[in-house]
């Protein structure tokens, strides 16, 4: 995927609000589309909101692929947000 680094956030360090609002607009599906090329390939691209220009993020073989493609995305990036909130406590210990 094109934009996975592009923010430079590690685990070290906390994303900036530009980061965390760009993931919440990935993480809606309506902001995805999938077109095909000239190859038959099926591309995944999502609506850059501060450009307004489709940014493209994945080839797949089939439709069907791509929409997986978009759904893994949506799902990595809902993650990602969640983290984003800090730790998530797992255990604890008395």
Do not use: C
């Amino acid at each position: 995927m094109t934009f996975l680094y592009t923010s430079g956030f590690t685990a070290a360090t906390q994303p900036d609000r530009r980061v965390i609002e760009l993931w919440k607009y990935i993480t809606e599906k309506k902001n995805w589309r999938i077109v095909q090329l000239p190859n038959g390939f099926f591309q995944t691209e999502y609506l850059n909101p501060e450009t307004e220009q489709w940014m493209d993020v994945t080839r797949r073989e089939t439709m069907d692929g791509a929409e997986a493609a978009i759904n893994s995305s949506i799902q990595h990036y809902v993650k990602k947000l969640e983290f984003s909130k800090g730790p998530k406590v797992v255990k604890t210990f008395e």
